[in-house]
């Protein structure tokens, strides 16, 4: 089955613990991007990649850090999570170049609260 | 910044009537659209994406662009409390972004 796999899906962790959400792709696909979700704001990109060793800053990078070692793996690493990255992050990917051209498949979702 | 826009909702119609959801957009270079459906607590799905001005159509949705106006709608006929969800919006910031709206929330009635 084509999927998006993102863990965990729930995280509660301490201001300062630093962090790994992994998510990977079955797809093949060339394009991987991370976003936060928070009410009233919508979905926002916070870092994305269009292919292997390359990545780019999204709209909201500060916090964040992500690597694309491999084709099907983009993980998202908060090194010093604070409460104000409190939110739903989802992973997704494409297919090609941009994000522009083709469906992204979303992950499941990851609710992480930091307290 | 380029901005998609969308009323926040929410949108409630009863069951059987015709939903309109509207997305206006600043970046006037944009060439394509997508509409996203996301229900409480899940991820977000592809319904519909539009490239051309005009009307495209799937079964009860239909998808309108008007690059003039730059305005882009979603039209749902024969609306079931199943469509309930929050209607994202979304469209390109140079070649390599999608930009998301915040979303509407549609709410059918029986």
């Known amino acids: 089955e084509a999927q998006v796999t993102q863990n965990p899906r729930y995280l509660i962790t301490v201001t300062g613990k630093k962090l790994t959400v992994t998510c990977s792709q079955n797809?093949?696909?060339?394009?991987m991007s991370w976003y936060r979700q928070d009410p009233g704001l919508g979905l926002r990109q916070i870092y994305y990649s269009m292919n292997v060793e390359v990545t780019d800053k999204g709209d909201v990078p500060e916090g964040y850090k992500v690597s694309r070692k491999e084709k099907r793996n983009f993980p998202l690493i908060l090194e010093s999570p604070s409460p104000n990255q409190t939110s739903l992050y989802f992973c997704?990917?494409?297919?090609?170049?941009?994000?522009?051209?083709?469906?992204?498949?979303f992950g499941q979702g990851t609710r992480l609260t930091v307290v | 910044q380029k901005e998609v826009e969308q009323n926040s909702g929410p949108l409630s119609v009863p069951e059987g009537a015709i939903a309109s959801l509207n997305c206006t957009y600043s970046d006037r270079g944009s060439q394509s659209f997508f509409w996203y459906r996301q229900y409480s607590g899940k991820s977000p799905e592809l319904i519909m994406f539009i490239y051309s001005n005009g009307d495209k159509e799937d079964g009860r949705f239909t998808a309108q662009l008007n690059k003039a106006s730059q305005y882009v709608s979603l039209l749902i006929r024969d609306s079931q409390p199943s469509d309930s969800a929050t209607y994202l919006c979304?469209?390109?910031?140079?070649?390599?972004?999608?930009?998301f709206g915040t979303g509407t929330r549609l709410q059918v009635f029986p």
């Open positions: 997704a990917s494409s297919h090609g170049q941009g994000a522009v051209e083709t469906e992204a498949f």
């Open positions: 797809m093949n696909h060339e394009y």
């Open positions: 979304a469209g390109p910031y140079n070649t390599d972004k999608l930009i």
